[in-house]
């Protein structure tokens, strides 16, 4: 049996969430499996490195599945993005080693968070980045996301029902950048917890609206009580950007997406 990694491109606003589920709700996971299934005549399942949930989307999800077939690279890349909708792609396949796990073996997470500002919503921003009211000042995020470096703990901002066992991550990055009247932050982490990313992104919304200093992301997160973090984003504006393995495994890259793209 021959293991493969994807990886993966899709537009979250018509499913729910990757994961699968017991009815028939759109997933992502779903129809994937639907496709890889039909070209390997035989039922598959993906194992993904995240769940993702209702609305969010992803420049490169990576997931991993067994089969007795055998198909090239190429071919399994044609077949399933014939099968696929137009709101999820498949990037590239690659051969992988039992070893390999798409979740497991991860070594870090990379996620981007779109959000644009001003008088009216931009309508071609739709559903692909969150939208505030108003200005924003970058320098207080930039100067905000600077407190939250590192290894701690990040029960301010979880979810409420959020499963993981421990709320400590290492936050290896957090910046804001500004084209125009759009904003992207991007985290890099060992590892996330629910919502955590649309959280940092509103406690960051919170000081770029110029209601508390840049020192109050440092407060938020010594409390280690979400009641305490501010607004939580709408999933609109968050996309999974890239997760990293060993290089041994030989990956392809993700692709490069830049600001410019969206404007």
Not at 10 to 23: D, F, I, K, P, S
Not at 86 to 97: A, G, L, Q
Not at 147 to 165: K, M, P, T
Request: charged residues 20%; contains cysteine.
């Amino acid at each position: 049996m021959q293991r493969y990694a994807i990886g993966i491109q899709y537009l979250g606003t018509a499913y729910h969430g990757w994961q699968r589920q017991n009815n028939k709700i759109p997933t992502v996971q779903a129809v994937l499996e639907a496709a890889v299934s039909q070209v390997a005549n035989e039922p598959v399942e993906l194992v993904a490195a995240g769940r993702t949930d209702k609305g969010v989307h992803a420049f490169e999800q990576v997931a991993h599945f067994d089969t007795n077939a055998v198909r090239d690279p190429y071919n399994w890349l044609r077949g399933i993005n014939a099968l696929v909708p137009d709101d999820v792609s498949v990037s590239w396949v690659h051969p992988v080693s039992q070893s390999f796990h798409a979740r497991f073996s991860a070594q870090r997470r990379t996620y981007r968070y779109f959000l644009s500002c001003g008088v009216v919503s931009p309508a071609l921003l739709m559903n692909r980045a969150a939208w505030v009211y108003g200005d924003l000042a970058l320098a207080p995020m930039q100067q905000a996301a600077t407190y939250l470096f590192g290894r701690h703990d990040f029960s301010a901002f979880r979810a409420a029902d959020c499963q993981a066992h421990s709320p400590v991550k290492t936050l290896e990055r957090l910046s804001v950048e500004q084209t125009g009247n759009l904003f992207v932050f991007e985290a890099q982490a060992d590892g996330f917890l629910m919502h955590m990313v649309r959280n940092l992104v509103g406690v960051l919304l919170a000081v770029g609206k110029k209601e508390y200093p840049p020192e109050w992301a440092r407060q938020v997160l010594q409390r280690r009580d979400r009641r305490h973090r501010g607004v939580a984003m709408p999933p609109q504006g968050l996309y999974m950007a890239a997760v990293e393995y060993d290089p041994l495994f030989g990956l392809p890259q993700a692709p490069q997406w830049n600001l410019e793209m969206f404007c």
